[in-house]
């Protein structure tokens, strides 16, 4: 026994002045960059008021909430209100809209910066490579609501599209109350509008590979094709893996801004996800501690994936976000 403890004391002093150390350096480092640390301030300020704080009234989820009675005054009522919307008609209505939407932007729009940012790279002229890269990015600084007019007014049934139709011999629609088209076109412009922003991220990534690993594969015999398959690829690989974990942290997290703009009630059966469930009963019917509980639920979900997916990643290739 004296040897077992003999031998661990100096694993526990090892431990204490690692700590000891750790603290030291953070003292010394905050003394070196104090003007960083205080440009830091303001955020550390803004996330603490507007993104921390709050979190207080997520506890209206599990309360009969009355504004009149305050968060603290309403009556405690548990999980009813989780029972509430599991067992509710809207559950897998919206739980599947969310998936599905969600799912086939992960499959369409993560890809596609990727495959025009490796597009880009290939291209020589540098004045048509700087015009593309204008033309894909600037849809991503429109404002929301001006793009759902676009889209109504493109697709609505005196639209340019249903113009092309018609000129080639098919029948006028209007898209928007149909919906079957509503996740086509929801996942197709939301990829419009930001490729091109999410491109300056890749090739900003593209520029930090090492030049002599090309020439290396050149002198191996590797074309442009298996340049790009075993140099480029795996050179941004570091940067796909990280977006990859951070788009399934916000998988459940559909727009409901964009969802609200251009669902209506013929289309809820394919358009109606947790966010815009979520603003419905809220907003619209003062139902603000099922909604709560919907929210938190919601944001759970997103929490799991997020940590779920930073751990298979670490996991299968050592890169992560912690």
């Known amino acids: ?46 996330y ?40 509710g008609p809207y559950f897998w209505r919206t739980i599947k809209n969310t998936l599905l939407i969600s799912l086939n932007e992960l499959i369409f729009g993560f890809p596609a910066p990727i495959i025009l940012a490796l597009l880009l790279n290939e291209v020589k002229n540098a004045l048509f490579k700087r015009s593309v890269q204008t033309l894909t990015y600037m849809p991503h600084f429109i404002s929301l609501v001006v793009i759902c007019g676009i889209l109504k007014d493109f697709t609505s049934s005196e639209g340019v599209i249903n113009d092309l139709i018609a000129w080639m011999g098919g029948e006028r629609a209007t898209f928007l109350l149909d919906a079957d088209m509503f996740r086509p076109i929801y ?14 991220i890749y090739l900003a990534a593209l520029t930090g590979i090492d030049q002599e690993q090309y020439e290396a594969a050149r002198i191996d015999g590797a074309g442009r094709w298996k340049q790009a398959i075993h140099v ?53 019917e003062f139902n603000y501690s099922f909604s709560s509980a919907v929210g938190l639920f919601n944001s759970a979900i997103n929490f799991t994936l997020l940590i779920c997916s930073n751990w298979i990643s670490r996991k299968l290739n050592n890169t992560s976000l912690w």
């Open 232 to 284: 480029t690829i795996p050179g941004i690989m570091p940067t796909i893996i990280i977006l990859l974990i951070l788009e399934m942290g916000k998988m459940m997290n559909v727009g409901f801004e964009k969802i609200i703009l251009l669902y209506n009630p013929g289309t809820y059966e394919t358009a109606d996800v947790i966010s815009s469930y979520v603003y419905r009963v809220g907003l619209q």
């Open 48 to 87: 603490c008021v507007f993104h921390y704080a709050p979190m207080y009234g997520a506890i209206i989820a599990f309360k009969d909430f009355s504004p009149r009675l305050g968060i603290l005054g309403s009556d405690w009522v548990g999980f009813d209100n989780f029972e509430m919307f599991f067992s």
């Open 187 to 200: 996942v197709s412009s939301g990829v419009w509008q930001h490729i091109g922003w999410g491109t300056i």
């Open 1 to 46: 026994m004296e040897a077992i403890k003999h031998e661990s004391t100096p694993v526990f002093l090892a431990s204490k002045g690692k700590k000891a150390g750790t603290k030291l350096g953070l003292i010394l480092d905050i003394r070196k960059n104090k003007y960083l640390y205080v440009m830091l301030l303001p955020v550390l300020l803004y």
